[in-house]
């Protein structure tokens, strides 16, 4: 059995585009010419177990929204990227955006296994606290007497500090 190779900054754009064609309004990228089992025009990659679609090349497997980068800029992206509208198989360029590892967590819904229902809002002892996490650090917002409250506090601080990135609690 082969071993898949990591994922390298090595591939040319001018080999991506003889062997995929990409379309930014739909993010998806097709095989030129048949590849292996792959007929020529059919879509190419598959879901990974996280929900990015990954693509094989010359056994290497890929991140579709890297190769989106790469095929559109010219060059892989010099840091992560991040999915504006959360869907993680949506590779259309205009939802794909450089991002600091932390801009990537900060444009994070909120869990699921959340009390509160609400990011960045927890309750102790029968009040709302907010907090936001900043620089590898918590930051302690406030108690709060309604979850109204400390998700605004929550939400201003967001937009403070992460600016574009923020994604805000809704009630």
């Not at 090349?57 to 992206?77: F, K, N, Q, T």
Request: aromatic fraction near 10%.
């Amino acid at each position: 059995m082969s071993k898949l190779k990591k994922a390298s900054n090595s591939l040319k754009v001018s080999y991506l585009k003889s062997i995929l064609n990409y379309d930014p309004d739909t993010g998806l990228f097709s095989w030129i010419g048949s590849r292996g089992n792959m007929a020529s025009g059919s879509i190419a990659g598959c879901h990974n177990p996280n929900g990015y679609i990954s693509i094989m090349i010359d056994s290497i497997a890929y991140g579709a929204h890297r190769l989106a980068w790469l095929y559109v800029y010219g060059e892989m992206p010099s840091m992560g990227l991040d999915h504006k509208n959360h869907i993680r198989n949506d590779n259309r360029i205009i939802n794909l955006r450089l991002a600091t590892d932390t801009q990537n967590l900060m444009n994070q819904t909120v869990r699921h296994n959340t009390i509160t229902g609400a990011k960045g809002v927890s309750l102790l002892t029968g009040k709302y606290v907010a907090r936001i996490k900043f620089n590898g650090k918590n930051l302690y917002l406030g108690r709060f007497f309604t979850k109204a409250e400390a998700i605004a506090v929550y939400n201003y601080h967001s937009k403070k500090l992460y600016g574009e990135y923020a994604e805000l609690s809704h009630e």
